[in-house]
């Protein structure tokens, strides 16, 4: 299945008072690089299906840390898609300052179309969508 890896350092807002990267900002920094995947595969987070607006919400996360993330750490999110469902998509990451591992996660985003009631419904991934997830370039310098 394809990979990307997607680049970011810790910034201060994304540290509590000790200067440690926030447990809640590492599922921030893996929805990133999901977004980063997505619109390599020419959909984003934000996209049109069914002829109406759609998105990706989450059926499930996970993150376990290994290893703090201070202010300042530039980190490489590693994706990896390990299961393109009917509906859905799950995601593991790793991700690495340097060589050392800081954390591990996994999700599984849902694609959906809006109802005019304004709700999310799921629906089938797009057949074109699903083609191009598996072209979708492994990095951003990759992306052009």
Known sequence: M????????VEFSDTDAGGVMHFSRYFTFMESAEDDFLRAAGSG????????PGGWPKA??????????RHGDELEV???VTR????????E?????GAEEV?????????????TEGRFRPV????????????APSTPEAAG
């Not at 393109?84 to 995601?91: A, L, N, T």
């Open 2 to 9: 394809n990979e990307r890896i997607t680049r970011r350092r």
């Open 84 to 91: 393109v469902g009917r509906r859905s998509i799950s995601y």
């Open 45 to 52: 987070f934000m996209h049109e299906v069914e002829g109406r």
């Open 93 to 97: 990451f790793t991700i690495r300052r």
């Open 103 to 115: 954390a591990r996660g996994r999700t599984t985003s849902v694609c959906c179309a809006l109802t």
């Open 78 to 80: 590693h994706l990896k």
């Open 124 to 135: 089938p991934i797009p057949e074109a969508l699903r083609r191009s997830l598996a072209e």
């Open 60 to 69: 499930a996360v996970s993150c376990e840390y290994l290893s703090p993330a």
